[in-house]
C-alpha cells in the first residue's frame, strides 16, 4: 500500500496558478502509474490527468489539455499538478491516487483501477 498526502490547494483567482503536491510514502511508489482526479460538489469525481512510471507518458482530460501539466519526482516520491490558467469550473476537492496493479506504462482514466488514495486538497478558482 501507498500512503499519498496531497498538498498546495487554496485560494486562486481566474488566471491564476496552482501547482498541487502529491507525497508518497511506503515501496513502490516510481514503479506505480499515478492519477489526478477532482470532485466538485454536487458531482461525480472526474479524471483530470495521468502519467506513467518513468513519465514516459500522460494523459489529460479534454478540459484540462493545454492548461494542466503532470509530472513526478520518483527520486522524492512525489507527484505534481501544475494547473495554470486557471477557471472557476476547475474548483474542486483534487486528489492523487496509485496504480499499484497495472502496468507501469499503463495509464488509466478510470477512479476504479487506482487502489491508493490521498485525502484531496481543496481548489477553489474566483471570478
Known amino acids: 500500500q501507498v500512503q499519498l498526502v496531497e498538498s498546495g490547494g487554496g485560494l486562486v483567482q481566474a488566471g491564476g496558478s496552482l501547482r498541487l503536491s502529491c507525497a508518497a510514502s511506503g515501496r513502490g511508489f516510481r514503479t506505480y502509474p499515478m492519477g489526478w482526479f477532482r470532485q466538485a460538489p454536487g458531482k461525480e469525481r472526474e479524471f483530470v490527468a495521468a502519467i506513467t512510471w518513468n513519465s514516459g507518458r500522460t494523459e489529460y482530460a479534454d478540459s484540462v489539455k493545454g492548461r494542466f501539466t503532470v509530472s513526478r519526482d520518483n527520486a522524492n516520491n512525489t507527484a505534481y499538478l501544475q494547473m495554470n490558467t486557471l477557471k472557476p469550473e476547475d474548483t474542486a476537492v483534487y486528489y492523487c491516487?496509485?496504480?499499484?496493479?497495472?502496468?507501469?506504462?499503463?495509464?488509466?482514466?478510470?477512479?476504479?483501477?487506482?487502489?491508493?488514495w490521498g485525502q484531496g486538497t481543496q481548489v477553489t478558482v474566483s471570478l
Open positions: 491516487a496509485a496504480d499499484r496493479r497495472s502496468f507501469e506504462n499503463y495509464v488509466s482514466k478510470i477512479a476504479a483501477t487506482y487502489d491508493d
